[in-house]
């Protein structure tokens, strides 16, 4: 069985300051991981994800998120926050099995809040 | 915005109607899925197709019924539903690439659904 982990409910970060939202997995084979973020009354919007080659992935927004095989970790990262990033983060995973439907285990999710 | 529309986007219902949730999306893809999302809940899978055929049923009550007419149609018919059904029901759609890991999904605007 698979599964994600956000350790951290909320997150409150500085405007300006760096922004770190932690994830770690469990997952049979070559993990496919993923982030979103939802805002208030809205679906989840996509970030990025990591199927395979560098472990450094850059996504929307300056976001980027930091493979670690032996960590077991794929944590969402911003240099700069902004009052704007405030929001639900979603970790999410998919296990190296060829099997149709693309389904998806999310974590808890993490609220950030950036203040001025 | 994410190629995914869901209407209605709020519904009130009560334990005795039948009411029908609508996804539509415009992107091409071979996969839909709907999740449930509660507060201080993580997101719940609950039902996955792919390429029109159920892929995914996890354990749903039957009182959750869905539907897929096509590859850009997916429908949650719900009937004789309790309070605890009250939450965000969520569509979402992806090109499902087994062989590739998955590629992300689009999630629509979701249906805030509250039973009284």
């Known amino acids: 069985a698979q599964s994600v982990a956000q350790p951290e409910d909320q997150v409150n970060v500085a405007e300006g300051n760096p922004l770190t939202v932690k994830c770690t997995y469990s997952?049979?084979?070559?993990?496919?991981l993923f982030w979103y973020v939802q805002y208030p009354n809205r679906g989840l919007q996509f970030l990025l994800k990591?199927?395979?080659?560098?472990?450094l992935v850059k996504g929307s927004y300056g976001f980027e998120a930091e493979f670690n095989k032996s960590q077991t970790s794929f944590h969402l990262k911003k240099p700069s926050a902004l009052v704007s990033d405030s929001a639900l983060y979603f970790c999410?995973?998919?296990?190296?099995?060829?099997?149709?439907?693309?389904?998806?285990?999310f974590g808890g999710g993490t609220r950030v809040l950036v203040k001025p | 915005e994410t190629g995914v529309t869901q209407t209605p986007r709020h519904l009130v219902m009560g334990m005795t109607n039948k009411k029908s949730l609508k996804c539509e999306q415009h992107?091409?893809?071979?996969?839909m899925y709907w999740y449930k999302q509660s507060a201080k809940k993580p997101l719940e899978l609950m039902f996955v197709?792919?390429?029109?055929?159920?892929?995914e049923n996890n354990s749903v009550p039957s009182r959750f019924s869905p539907e897929c007419p096509n590859s850009s149609h997916l429908f949650l018919h719900l009937h004789t539903l309790q309070p605890e059904d009250s939450a965000l029901y969520l569509c979402?759609?992806?090109?499902?690439?087994?062989?590739?890991?998955?590629?992300?999904?689009?999630f629509g605007p979701g249906t805030r659904l509250t039973v009284l």
């Open positions: 197709y792919s390429l029109e055929e159920r892929v």
């Open positions: 992107l091409g893809h071979n996969a």
């Open positions: 990591y199927i395979t080659g560098d472990n």
């Open positions: 979402a759609s992806s090109q499902d690439l087994p062989e590739r890991g998955g590629n992300e999904q689009f």
């Open positions: 997952v049979s084979g070559n993990p496919y």
């Open positions: 999410a995973v998919r296990g190296g099995i060829k099997a149709a439907g693309n389904k998806l285990t």
